[in-house]
């Protein structure tokens, strides 16, 4: 055999064994998901199965109080977590939203390329930045702040939650809201001009109504952000296992509730059935907000608005 | 008509002064934010605080350190192939769709349920303590969709000539890719690396439940299988980021709040000199690649 067939036979069983190893690769990188969604199932279905409680009685009722033994018996009602969940996603939108469509439109469309390029890279650094440290400087300035000017008994609060939750998506929206704006054609702005047009009527007229789709997508992947949050909200919001009644009072969340109770809770018991069916919840409303990005993206797209 | 010109005139520059002042309004929030943080951090730096002992940050730090070069392995490891099978092997269509989905599910699922993975998986079903071990692999599961994007991206920016002059030249498959496209892509991957260790210095919630809230460590005892070598990952091993945690939350130390101070203001820069590196990289080969992307 002359060495050339010999390496030519070596080039071919290379060839299949990287083959084999690639796609296993692949394979197994898709198969994490999955891996991550049966495991959530599994556990987080103990609490429907094992314990027998309906689905309902997460969902809607408000008695929280699992027993941490593998009998059961406990009440499970999350809904004072999910709606503490909802309340605080709300709020840090209502109060990141106006800054983030104020900055994104001031960079595109006001600023000049040199303060752009100067603003943008500065607000894309801040998404790195950790949670915890959101959250220490929630409790170190926010939280004796709050309570000099509001009268609020403990300054942890809802509100607190919100003001740290809207500080951590603001980055998000902001970038992908002047991303969407910035792909908006010159020629558009032009012609609105051209149309004897203010700057503020292009921008609400013709910049904004064709950025919608990105500055929603922005929107949701902001949302997706604050309702997994965990240590930033459970540093600020007090953790009081009560239903959000009143901003300045402090409240529980799903992410909240699965941070201070998970060490704790009993292996195999329903305390932590419970959590992990909370957890279960947090994965399926994630997926819930890829599905829902997926089909505006599409929805945008046959609209036939070329780029 | 010339009152509805200048209420419209009037109106453009009312709404100019608004968003002005909401972007500077935002941008002052920040670097009061930024500024505060360093202030107070580098304000509280001693000599102590940054040391190894007891009430110090040192261990703390190394922990950080050594956690996200484990997980940078972990997850370039796998999500290099992977994003070489995406980008030359997977046919286009339905695999790549599939694919591209597990990615996206990944990188959006909250890091407290890829703790909890972590937790079931690596540390309830192994039936081991809290290990470090087990927080790099929960870290690099959370890495790992950047990780696979950015080796998509880098192979798919190459031209196309690269792999063509390649097999014009006999080479197979894998050579090219081996040889060729790897070679010419790793500074890229590279980059994506980077970013990927700068989001991992700040990952928190996904190590409470894994890597342990405790770090005992003796910088004289280096046998590796002992619980005790800095360099066991088999040990709980307290990040950073844990460690504010702790300290703001069961504050059982006298200078806990100097101590969090300083665990802000170390974790801040290292993520910002991360992220700037490489913004730094990659505006760098942008430059040399001819800037046509």
């Known amino acids: 055999m002359t060495s050339i067939t010999s390496a030519v036979k070596k080039a071919h069983r290379d060839e299949r064994t990287a083959r084999i ?273 997926h089909t505006m993206n599409d929805m945008f797209t046959l609209k036939g608005d070329k780029r | 008509m010339n009152s509805a010109v200048n209420a419209k005139k009037r109106m453009d520059h009312f709404m100019t002064m608004v968003f002005f002042a909401g972007a500077g309004l935002a941008v002052i929030l920040l670097i009061a934010f930024v500024g505060y943080v360093m202030i107070e951090g580098f304000g509280h730096m001693t000599a102590k605080i940054m040391s190894f002992e007891n009430g110090g940050l040192g261990n703390q730090l190394f922990n950080t350190l050594y956690l996200v070069f484990l997980a940078l392995v972990f997850s370039s490891l796998l999500g290099v192939p992977a994003g070489i099978f995406l980008s030359e092997y997977a046919r286009k269509g339905k695999v790549v769709k599939a694919v591209r989905m597990a990615v996206e599910t990944l990188s959006s699922l909250p890091s407290i349920v890829v703790g909890l993975f972590g937790y079931l998986v690596f540390i309830v079903m192994t039936g081991s303590q809290w290990n470090l071990f087990a927080g790099a692999l929960s870290v690099s599961i959370l890495m790992l969709p950047l990780v696979t994007s950015v080796t998509v991206d880098a192979l798919q920016s190459l031209p196309d000539s690269y792999r063509q002059g390649s097999y014009g030249l006999g080479a197979s498959k894998w050579q090219t890719i081996w040889r060729i496209l790897l070679p010419a892509a790793f500074p890229r991957i590279m980059t994506g690396l980077i970013m990927a260790a700068g989001r991992g210095f700040g990952e928190a919630a996904a190590l409470m439940f894994t890597a342990g809230m405790s770090t005992d460590i003796h910088w004289d005892n280096w046998d590796v299988s002992s619980r005790l070598c800095p360099l066991n990952p088999f040990r709980p091993g307290e990040t950073l980021t844990l460690h504010i945690w702790a300290l703001r939350t069961e504050a059982l130390e006298a200078n806990a709040n100097e101590q969090a101070a300083v665990c802000s203001a170390i974790l801040i820069v290292l993520v910002v000199s991360f992220s700037l590196a490489a913004r730094a990289l990659s505006y760098h080969l942008d430059k040399k690649m001819g800037g046509n992307r």
Not at chain 1, 47 to 72: K, R
Not at chain 1, 132 to 145: C, H, K, Q, R
Not at chain 1, 167 to 190: H, K
Not at chain 1, 216 to 231: Q, S
């Open chain 1, 21 to 293: 190893f690639i796609t296993a690769c692949g394979l197994i990188m898709t198969l994490i998901p999955f891996l991550i969604g049966i495991f959530l199932f599994v556990k987080g279905t103990d609490t429907f199965t094992t314990f027998h409680h309906p689905l309902s009685e997460f969902l809607f009722s408000g008695e929280w109080d699992p027993s941490d033994t593998a009998e059961g018996g406990g009440k499970i009602g999350s809904a004072m977590f999910i709606t503490g969940s909802l309340a605080v996603c709300g709020l840090s939108l209502i109060f990141a939203l106006p800054l983030c469509l104020a900055s994104a439109i001031f960079m595109t469309e006001i600023a000049t390329p040199q303060m752009r390029r100067m603003v943008q890279p500065a607000v894309e650094l801040f998404t790195g930045i950790p949670s915890v440290v959101y959250g220490f400087v929630g409790m170190t300035v926010l939280i004796p702040f709050l309570r000099k000017i509001f009268p609020m008994p403990f300054g942890f609060s809802l509100l607190a939650a919100g003001i740290v939750l809207a500080v951590m998506i603001y980055p998000t929206i902001t970038t992908m809201a002047a991303d969407a704006m910035t792909s908006v054609p010159q020629a558009w702005r032009e012609a609105s001009y051209g149309l004897g047009a203010t700057r503020w009527e292009t921008i609400a007229h013709v910049v904004l109504p064709a950025a919608k789709g990105g500055i929603v997508t922005g929107i949701i992947l902001g949302l997706a952000r604050a309702f997994g949050e965990a240590l930033a909200v459970a540093m600020v919001i007090g953790q009081m296992k009560v239903f959000p009644k009143s901003l300045f009072l402090p409240a529980s969340t799903l992410t909240t509730a699965i941070s201070a109770d998970m060490g704790g809770a009993m292996e195999g018991g329903e305390y932590s059935a419970a959590l992990w069916t909370m957890a279960l919840l947090l994965f399926i409303l994630s997926f819930i907000f890829i599905f829902i990005i």
